[in-house]
């Protein structure tokens, strides 16, 4: 079991960014992929982005262009860099990595 905590959310305006990052409590990163979820109101979590232990990033298409994810293994620290934020973007953000959760991170877009 690894533990995650996400940090970096908050409220933001239509258009701005923000960069969640979720830390590790072990180097996790070159055995299997680590995503980020997503969880609006009355929805259910969706994938938003992944990463493979090869470096190979997929994302959602609401997060193509818009979104970046990374991870720097020497800080056991996976990335979301989130560009021209939408208010349907607004949610609770979870890292995740092999059925282990943070305990998420609620970002706002809204003016």
């Known amino acids: 079991q690894v533990q995650l905590v996400e940090s970096g959310g908050g409220l933001v305006q239509p258009g701005g960014s923000l960069r969640l990052s979720c830390a590790a409590s072990r180097n996790i990163f070159n055995i299997y992929p680590m995503g980020w979820y997503r969880q609006a109101p009355g929805k259910q979590r969706e994938l938003v982005a992944i990463i493979t232990r090869g470096g190979i990033a997929n994302y959602a298409d609401s997060a193509k262009g818009r979104f970046t994810i990374s991870r720097d293994a020497a800080k056991n620290t996976l990335y979301l860099q989130m560009n021209s934020l939408k208010p349907e973007d607004t949610a609770v953000y979870y890292c995740?990595?092999?059925?282990?959760w943070g305990q998420g991170i609620q970002v706002t877009i809204s003016s």
């Open positions: 995740n990595y092999q059925g282990d």
